[in-house]
């Protein structure tokens, strides 16, 4: 087996590989605060699990972002507090970020990926910006890159970026982390560019997917369209290159969450917030504000619950944290009405006194102030409509005491495929979501500390960590089993 090399600075030496991660989104927004720049983490699933890959390799990130205007660089060490890795900064006009992130990432490609093909768009344009935004990181990135390098590209919106790295000569290993589902092969037919996608994404040597169900949606798309410019044997062949297609989940940092739910502080906050939001039972909902989230559907079952419980109202809190996202599309906007909307009306009704039963924050919170929410939830609601993997289930079950918590979770998040003990609902069917609450609220001890306990104990062997190592294990076996370098991260 391979590992990737502790390299600081400077390139990387024959036996030393250093590895380059490219992505959208950046790990930190910098902003300028006092003549001092200021670093904030992003909220996404992606950032929380390469980061601690990237921290324990050392190397580079390379992603779309701006410093402030008074500082002129385009790489910076991060993470701000315990620098481990470079940030190099790709810069995108108003009309990239609108036609080629709002656009056909935003309203094209994730859409269809998630089912969601009434929500989806075509547009020329789009597809031009893409390819054009793809171009302009294949150049960024090949400035940086020498041939023993691992490239770890991530995400919907560079598939084509492999292709266009191999067209300029770059022959460095490239892996591709597909963070979202990976459609059924009607819906990802629909899409008028699929050959140029498919081709784009093949040029790497290893694609990954959260999940077994999106490599065969993936397989079966690439046969089908593809036809006979791909044979396989012990991966798909493609332009004689034999690309690797595995499903590899994402963990979360199960020991870092230990340590923070152990503090005093953070069991203090978490008391606090008991007290502060009112209830006997609190129940929790977090997630960015999406429509593939389900939350104005999560909101109707908190609803219906009431409703079919009275003995509950006055009792029950439940708290909808939802981060702000690409608020500038107009489905996006839409969402966020129709949300509040609902919050307004279903407290409007049920409302008595100083109780109402539902809170809302429409921000993102810090993860170490998230994780006090998580310790003080008797319940967590995680009910997207389709969700690639969904690391929030997975965060909360590893804060949770087992006899404490229990985690209500949507059959169409990837994450399920692992966590089989939660209770399983239909976030289409109100009634599956109302019973499953209630069967979250009144499990017996001994049953909810019998389930929690089995998830926990494969939340603790499958991290992030040997997630980002299984990954790049893979991506540099066989062809190389030469290189060996001392791993920087304890096992
Ligand atoms: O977690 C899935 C994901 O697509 C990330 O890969 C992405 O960065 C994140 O959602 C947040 O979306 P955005 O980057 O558009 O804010």
Not at 11 to 24: E, W
Not at 277 to 287: C, N, P
Not at 359 to 386: G, I, M, N, Q, S
């Amino acid at each position: 087996m391979v590992s990737v090399g502790n390299r600081i600075k400077g390139r990387a030496g024959a036996d030393n590989r250093r590895l380059i991660v490219v992505s959208n989104r950046s790990p930190y927004h910098l902003e300028s605060r006092g003549g001092r720049i200021r670093m904030t983490r992003n909220v996404s699933g992606m950032v929380t699990g390469l980061e601690p890959v990237l921290k324990s390799t050392s190397g580079m990130w390379i992603a779309w972002g701006s410093a402030p205007k008074s500082f002129t660089r385009d790489i910076y060490r991060i993470p701000p507090d315990n620098p481990t890795f470079d940030l190099k900064l790709i810069n995108l006009d108003p009309d990239e970020i609108k036609h080629f992130y709002l656009g056909f990432s935003n309203s094209t490609l994730w859409p269809l990926a998630h089912n969601f093909l009434g929500r989806t768009t075509f547009s020329e344009k789009g597809w031009e910006y893409y390819e054009g935004v793809n171009r302009k990181f294949a150049k960024a990135v090949a400035e940086e890159v020498h041939s023993t390098d691992l490239i770890w590209v991530n995400d919907y919106h560079l598939a084509l970026l492999p292709q266009m790295l191999r067209e300029l000569k770059v022959s460095a290993k490239i892996g591709f982390f597909w963070h979202i589902p990976f459609p059924p092969l009607d819906l990802f037919r629909t899409l008028p560019w699929r050959i140029e996608f498919l081709k784009g994404l093949l040029a790497c040597d290893l694609i990954g997917f959260h999940c077994s169900s999106y490599v065969k949606n993936f397989l079966h798309a690439a046969e089908d369209i593809l036809m006979k410019d791909v044979s396989f044997s012990k991966g798909l062949v493609r332009n004689k290159r034999e690309v690797r297609i595995s499903a590899f989940p994402m963990g979360i940092d199960y020991s870092g969450i230990q340590k923070l739910i152990r503090e005093p502080q953070t069991i203090k906050d978490a008391e606090r917030i008991r007290g502060e939001l009112g209830g006997q039972h609190i129940i929790l909902g977090v997630d960015r504000l999406d429509y593939s989230k389900g939350i104005p559907e999560r909101l109707h079952a908190v609803e219906r619950f009431l409703t079919e419980n009275p003995s509950y109202i006055g009792k029950l809190t439940f708290l909808q944290i939802s981060a702000p996202s690409r608020i500038e599309i107009p489905e996006y906007h839409k969402m966020r009405q129709e949300v509040e909307h609902a919050v307004g009306r279903i407290n409007g009704y049920f409302a008595r006194g100083a109780w109402s039963p539902i809170k809302y924050f429409f921000r993102a919170l810090p993860f170490e102030e998230l994780v006090t929410y998580y310790l003080a939830a008797d319940v967590c609601l995680v009910t997207p409509l389709r969700d690639g993997m969904n690391l929030i289930a997975k965060e909360y079950v590893a804060t949770r005491e087992p006899e404490k918590g229990m985690l209500v979770l949507s059959e169409f998040a990837g994450a399920a495929e692992e966590l089989k003990e939660a209770i399983i609902v239909n976030p289409h069917s109100i009634p599956s979501m109302t019973a499953g609450i209630k069967k979250a609220l009144e499990m017996n001890p001994q049953e909810r500390r019998r389930r929690m306990t089995q998830m926990r104990k494969r939340l603790r062997r499958r991290t992030v960590r040997k997630w980002g190592r299984a990954f790049l294990d893979k991506l540099i076996q066989d062809k190389d089993q030469k290189v060996t370098a001392k791993r920087k991260e304890s096992k």
